[in-house]
């Protein structure tokens, strides 16, 4: 390995720890008091590709939320895998969580073609190398994965899901890694639409590697209010954030997330929050400087 290579590699695993730590899942356990770089929020990141993380950091973003399937690539080789690896060595900004986490067609969670063997596999691979990448947290949307087929009974939908969660929290904490379920709007799935549902699995499942992602988009989508998230709030882990009427970035369409906020400050709320939405580069300041100004106000 050639010595500038060393160098980079350094750094980014020394940035990298830096802000893991300050999100809250770095070398503190789920839970734990850490820094916090703003009033409400330990760090601040986006849905976004890594080859955007200089201009990114330039505006206020902390990490990157990046895919699954182009980052981790769990179908492919440790050989791609650790090529990706190495060509991310030098990335300004450290990469916390992974979304798009089941995607492939024939993986499924519910209904009589459940196949929890080859989605295990799928997880533990996608662990294991997050591991190496120094990140700490799997976004589980999976909305194809986990769509219900018609005629399949909830009940036997509900115990095949907590029996794959059951499964999955020991390998994700092998790796120390956090598996949050989101809720998704009816519109992308119909399976956990809302939030108080979602924390309802996850008590079930009873594992703390298995937490709950807060998403307010899909929230206010769904009619999910503060009293919904105050009511979750025992099994939150991560928040995502965007606008309700076009899933817009905040501040671009005015939407108050102060009402959410406040349960977030009354709960001592520790970790991050993530943008995910649409937006335009600049539109970017605005969007973290109305996260900021949002949770300073509560």
């Known amino acids: 390995m050639h010595s500038h290579f060393k160098n980079s590699r350094r750094s980014f695993i020394k940035g990298s720890a830096q802000i893991l730590a300050a999100v809250g899942l770095g070398s503190h356990a789920y839970g734990q ?10 760090a601040i990141g986006i849905s976004a590709a890594a080859e955007k993380a200089s201009y990114l950091k330039t ?55 459940a196949n929890h063997e080859l989605v295990l596999e799928w997880a533990d691979i996608s662990f294991r190398r997050m591991k190496k990448l120094g990140g700490k947290l799997i976004v589980f949307g999976s909305s194809g994965a986990r769509r219900v087929p018609d005629g399949w009974p909830i009940e036997k939908a509900d115990a095949q899901f907590i029996s794959l969660l059951k499964q999955m929290g020991p390998l994700a904490a092998a790796q120390e890694i ?46 999910d209010g503060p009293a919904e998230l105050k009511a979750a709030m025992d ?28 349960i977030l400050h009354e709960a001592k709320y520790q970790g991050a929050i993530n943008i995910e939405a649409k937006y335009e580069d600049s539109q970017l300041a605005t969007a973290v400087r109305t996260i900021v100004q949002q949770a300073s106000e509560v």
């Open 33 to 42: 008091p850490v820094p916090s770089k703003h009033k409400l929020f330990s």
């Open 235 to 262: 099994v939150v882990a991560h928040i995502e954030i965007a606008e309700k009427a076009e899933r817009t970035a905040p501040g671009i369409k005015g939407d108050d997330f102060r009402p959410f906020f406040r």
């Open 59 to 113: 505006q206020g973003i902390d990490f990157l939320t990046c895919g699954v399937g182009d980052l981790l690539m769990p179908d492919q080789s440790e050989d791609s895998f650790e090529k990706k690896r190495a060509e991310l060595s030098s990335c300004p900004l450290p990469i916390f969580a992974c979304n798009g986490f089941i995607r492939p067609a024939h993986l499924r969670c519910v209904g009589p073609e």
């Open 178 to 223: 956090t598996v949050t379920i989101e809720q998704l709007r009816a519109a992308e799935c119909n399976y956990i639409n809302h939030i108080t549902r979602a924390a309802t699995l996850i008590r079930a499942v009873n594992h703390p590697n298995i937490r709950l992602l807060a998403d307010l988009y899909h929230m206010a989508v769904m009619n």
